[in-house]
C-alpha cells in the first residue's frame, strides 16, 4: 500500500540543519505528489514543501522559502527534507504525505491520500 515511513528528525540547536526521508512502506508504490506538512502543538498542521516527482517542480511554505529544499531520489523512491538554519518556530511533528494527483491541480496542499506515522523536529534556542 502507500503508506508512507519518515525518519530523521531529532533536537538541534537554533541554527542546526536536519534532513528528513520519507520513502512509500511498500516500496514498488509510487506516489507523482509528494510533500512535508507540519503541525506544532496547538497549532493546525500546515504545508511546509512539495513536489512533484515526475518533474521534479516544488513550492514552498513562505516561512522556510530559502532554509529547506524538498527533493527526491526517483531510483531510491525517496523523498527529502533538508531543513537549514533552523529557527525554535519550526519545532512540530513532521508528516510526510503522498498522493497521485493533488500536485496536478493549483492547490498542492490539498487533500493527500496517504500519510506517515510522523517524525518529531525540536529545535532549541
Known amino acids: 500500500q502507500g503508506e508512507l515511513v519518515e525518519s530523521g528528525g531529532g533536537s538541534v540547536q537554533a541554527g542546526g540543519s536536519l534532513r528528513l526521508s520519507c520513502t512509500p512502506a511498500?516500496?514498488?508504490?509510487?506516489?507523482?505528489?509528494m510533500a512535508w506538512f507540519r503541525q506544532a502543538p496547538g497549532k493546525e498542521r500546515e504545508g511546509v514543501a512539495a513536489?512533484?516527482?515526475?518533474?521534479?517542480?516544488?513550492i514552498y511554505a513562505d516561512s522556510v522559502k530559502g532554509r529547506f529544499t524538498i527533493s527526491r531520489d526517483k531510483p531510491k523512491n525517496t523523498v527529502f527534507l533538508q531543513l537549514n538554519s533552523l529557527k525554535p518556530e519550526d519545532t512540530a511533528m513532521y508528516y510526510c504525505?503522498?498522493?497521485?494527483?493533488?500536485?496536478?491541480?493549483?492547490?498542492?496542499?490539498?487533500?493527500?491520500?496517504?500519510w506517515g506515522q510522523g517524525t518529531q523536529v525540536t529545535v532549541s534556542s
Open positions: 504525505a503522498g498522493d497521485s494527483r493533488v500536485c496536478l491541480g493549483d492547490n498542492w496542499w490539498g487533500t493527500y491520500s496517504y
Open positions: 511498500d516500496f514498488d508504490w509510487r506516489h507523482n505528489c
Open positions: 513536489i512533484r516527482i515526475s518533474v521534479g517542480s516544488t
